[in-house]
Nanobody, 114 residues
Framework: QVQLAESGGGLVQPGGSLRLSCAAS????????MAWYRQTPGKERERVAF???????SYANSVKGRFTISRDNAKTTIYLQMNSLKPEDTGVYYC????????WGQGTQVTVSS
């Protein structure tokens, strides 16, 4: 039973944009704070943004002003619009319930390179 399914990653040049999607099972998503994380080789997984059930958001300083998290409650899906991408944004991006995390999905690879 797939609980989290991330998609939308790819290879993009610096300055480019990508939109990530995360489809979650209803029990994980409904009335829950959902978050995006990323992991790069040799580093711990870091949280980049989260969104509350009513749409309140918070961002890591490293992505503030460039990334936008959103959610579609009807589709139990969250999104991450990433603009002005930098090489340091490269990594595998994951989503999860912030307060009650479940087993991680497969993630989606984002590579920012010229």
């Amino acid at each position: 039973q797939v609980q989290l399914a991330e998609s939308g990653g790819g290879l993009v040049q610096p300055g480019g944009s990508l939109r990530l999607s995360c489809a979650a099972s209803g029990s994980i998503f409904e009335n829950q704070v959902m978050a995006w994380y990323r992991q790069t080789p040799g580093k711990e997984r870091e949280r980049v943004a989260f969104i509350g059930p009513s749409g309140g958001t918070s961002y890591a300083n490293s992505v503030k002003g460039r990334f936008t998290i959103s959610r579609d409650n009807a589709k139990t899906t969250i999104y991450l619009q990433m603009n002005s991408l930098k090489p340091e944004d490269t990594g595998v991006y994951y989503c999860n319930n912030l307060g009650r995390p479940v087993p991680w999905g497969q993630g989606t690879q984002v590579t920012v390179s010229s």
